[in-house]
């Protein structure tokens, strides 16, 4: 038996033609059906006579004279070395239409919080990084992946996490996971269902943690941060934003880092230090990380999904000693990994230190971005106050009570993408709701931000 010649291209087809009968016109009208149908889309190339008839059990000559039946009505094209193909333009009447029923409402400015500007990522670079660690990687990179994540990403995130953020800790601390919502998961897999959360979070993370059946206490937030003397005795474990407080963008003062390490200390707590976006600081000294005041009672997570893009799902874990293997027997030994070749390119880009020059470029591009936002708001809408803005891609425009909902109202009206920031409270916070908007400064392009922040200003200058 031998294996038929697929020849060097063409689409794959699934046709069903009757056991019987005039198959050479039942494979045209099989074949004018996917067109009809949008399956066929204009411009595909169609598998060769020989590569078809094989499939179908067909003589050769029945799917040529099929093919040249269906060039001469129109529905293929053929020309000499380029093969048939499907006609475009071909009507599809029997498909559904692209534009039927109403098109949704699009806005033109994304000032959507949490994302970074998707068009200075440094392509050139990355690939560059990309290209040594595939070139150098070692065979047994290639195999079943370590749940632990690959030891030279490991030993480079200790090195620039120890001297970039003040963390505490060696490659063998750290677990590789996608994404800080996967490492989130896992350490509520592996913590007690007691949790305490700041009033003030993400709902997409205080979704993940009530999907694991954890019971959120709602830490009080105020201008500068959680307010960690009032964190209850009884709960083993706190997720907190010190660097910048998410969303309303405090710095978790001195005082209550250590009031918060205190309680960890006393009660035998552990703290989670999301350190979203901690890269980026512009008014103030950087603030350290709180795990180096407090290794053993400190979880600090970190990802790529700020300080570069989200569509690289990478994260880590750095654990104290105690919780590193409750936390590799949570994610087990096959499913749950980040790319191995991802992470062996993050560890060069990391050791030719092209992630310290993207960062501190990026530092300098925001904090620009920053202040045009501030400028125009100070000379359009002087009466609002922006917060939030020495650190991070985010600031918050505070707003009087009630003003929240007419706000969004007016920015949907003007064609902007925004949150409010009663959208992030926790629902079980006992203390009197903010209002606010939560405006994203990193992400549109350079050509429509200005435009961008003036209908921004028009909206709550009203």
């Excluded at 045209?28 to 067109?35: E, G, I, T």
């Excluded at 919080?113 to 200075?120: E, H, M, V």
């Excluded at 670079?125 to 990309?130: D, E, K, V």
């Excluded at 003030?200 to 009530?210: A, D, V």
């Amino acid at each position: 038996m031998t294996t038929p010649d697929l020849g060097p291209g063409g689409a794959d087809l699934h046709l069903e033609l009757p056991a019987e009968g005039a198959r050479r016109t039942a494979l045209a009208q099989a074949l004018r059906s996917a067109v009809r149908s949008g399956r066929l889309a204009g411009g595909t190339l169609l598998p060769p006579y020989r590569t078809l008839a094989a499939d179908l059990g067909l003589a050769r000559n029945a799917v040529a004279d099929a093919y040249a039946e269906l060039v001469a009505e129109g529905w293929f094209t053929a020309r000499q070395g380029s093969g048939t193909r499907v006609a475009e333009g071909v009507a599809t009447t029997d498909a559904p239409s692209a534009t039927a029923g109403p098109v949704p409402d699009r806005p033109r400015h994304d000032l959507l919080q949490g994302k970074p500007d998707p068009a200075s990522f440094p392509r050139d670079a990355w690939a560059a990084s990309a290209r040594r660690a595939l070139s150098e990687a070692p065979t047994e990179a290639f195999g079943p992946g370590d749940p632990q994540g690959r030891p030279e990403l490991r030993r480079a995130l200790a090195g620039y996490l120890s001297r970039a953020r003040g963390v505490r800790c060696g490659p063998e601390n750290i677990v590789i996971c996608s994404g800080f919502a996967n490492g989130l998961r896992l350490l509520a897999s592996v913590r007690p269902p007691d949790w305490a959360v700041e009033a003030y979070g993400l709902p997409f993370h205080h979704g993940i943690l009530e999907t694991a059946g954890v019971h959120p206490y709602p830490v009080p937030v105020d201008e500068d941060g959680a307010r960690t003397k009032e964190l209850p005795a009884r709960v083993p474990t706190l997720l907190l934003t010190p660097a910048h407080q998410f969303p309303t963008g405090g710095r978790l003062l001195p005082a209550r880092r250590a009031a918060a390490v205190e309680w960890a200390r006393g009660t035998g707590a552990v703290i989670v230090e999301d350190d979203y976006d901690g890269e980026f600081r512009y008014d103030r000294k950087p603030v350290g990380a709180l795990q180096g005041l407090a290794p053993e009672h400190v979880v600090y997570a970190g990802s790529l999904s700020k300080s570069l893009s989200p569509a690289l799902r990478l994260g880590w874990l750095v654990l104290p000693d105690r919780l590193r293997d409750q936390v590799l027997a949570a994610k087990g030994l096959r499913e749950s990994w980040a790319s191995t070749l991802d992470q062996l390119a993050l560890a060069d880009f990391i050791d030719c230190g092209a992630y310290d020059r993207h960062v501190r470029r990026m530092r300098l591009r925001y904090r620009n971005r920053r202040d045009q936002l501030v400028s125009v708001l100070a000379a359009h809408a002087p009466e609002v106050r922006v917060t939030g803005i020495s650190a991070g891609l985010h600031a918050v425009l505070a707003l009087a009570p009630g003003r929240e909902s007419p706000a969004l109202a007016a920015a949907h009206a003007a064609g902007l993408a925004l949150d409010g920031l009663s959208t992030y409270r926790h629902p079980a916070d006992p203390t009197p709701p903010r209002e606010g908007l939560v405006v994203g400064y990193a992400a549109p392009p350079d050509s429509a931000f200005t435009r961008a922040l003036e209908a921004l200003a028009g909206v709550v200058g009203r």
